[in-house]
Nanobody, 120 residues
Framework: VQLVESGGGFVQPGGSLRLSCAAS????????MGWYRQAPGKQRELVAG???????YYADSVKGRFTISRDNAKNTVYLQMNVLKPEDTAVYYC???????????????WGQGTQVTVSS
């Protein structure tokens, strides 16, 4: 299993970024996928998840600003992030998502992540 995140960067408050996660080594279409983030000194947290039938979950802190989507033909999950805030600054990761267990999974599939920095 390999999960490769991309799309992070530096953006001013109110700006937007689109993150991508390319998956390989799995049957992507049958798996729920999630975006997680970890800020310095904080625990990793679930930001958004999407089930195999495209039902989405969002943490309260990002509802209305972030949108998760998936393209099964490309084995890729996306996170569109709008109206970014300084508190969104973190390393963002993708991994599996289970709707009945909405928290970071315990496995060895965590990639390098992609850094998102929101600052003026």
């Amino acid at each position: 299993v390999q999960l490769v995140e991309s799309g992070g960067g530096f953006v001013q408050p109110g700006g937007s970024l689109r993150l991508s996660c390319a998956a390989s080594g799995i049957i992507f279409s049958i798996n729920g996928m999630g975006w997680y983030r970890q800020a310095p000194g904080k625990q990793r947290e679930l930001v958004a998840g999407i089930t195999s039938n495209a039902t989405a979950y969002y943490a309260d802190s990002v509802k209305g600003r972030f949108t998760i989507s998936r393209d099964n033909a490309k084995n890729t999950v996306y996170l569109q992030m709008n109206v970014l805030k300084p508190e969104d600054t973190a390393v963002y990761y993708c991994n599996f998502y289970l709707d009945f267990r909405p928290r970071p999974p315990v496995n060895d599939y965590w990639g390098q992540g992609t850094q998102v920095t929101v600052s003026s």
